[in-house]
């Protein structure tokens, strides 16, 4: 069984940093095939893509509203994921979720992924 599971999250000021981090483990799993992403969620609003990765590392996707400013990095050795979040801003804050798929392509698209964090919250005051 696959597992995500993040750390990072809290409460900054606006203009501060986190850095998210997704740890995956499971017997079959591995971080050098998948693609991956980083989702985010506020209340009343849809769930959208903020970065993304391909397998290699060679494609990244970036949302507009956070590109310059998040960073989506990944250290096969450790299984882990990274979202380094700068210059942050008030509507940046909402539930962050990593997500994992096996065909490595780094999509954008929720119903791609099969494998899901928690959700971490980052809470931005201002």
């Known amino acids: 069984q696959v597992q995500l599971v993040e750390s990072g999250g809290g409460l900054v000021q606006a203009g501060g940093s986190l850095r998210l981090s997704c740890a995956g483990s499971g017997r079959t799993f591995s971080v050098y095939t998948m693609g991956w992403g980083w989702f985010r969620q506020a209340p009343g609003k849809e769930r959208e893509c903020v970065a993304a990765?391909?397998?290699?590392?060679?494609?990244?996707y970036y949302a507009e509203s956070v590109k310059g400013r998040f960073t989506i990095s990944r250290d096969n050795a450790k299984n882990t994921v990274y979202l380094q979040m700068n210059s942050l801003k008030p509507e940046d804050t909402a539930v962050y979720y990593c997500?994992?798929?096996?065909?490595?392509?780094?999509?954008?698209?929720?119903?791609?992924?099969?494998?899901w964090g928690q959700g971490t919250q980052v809470t931005v005051s201002s």
């Open positions: 990765i391909n397998w290699s590392g060679g494609n990244r």
């Open positions: 997500a994992a798929e096996p065909l490595g392509f780094g999509s954008t698209e929720s119903p791609a992924y099969n494998y």
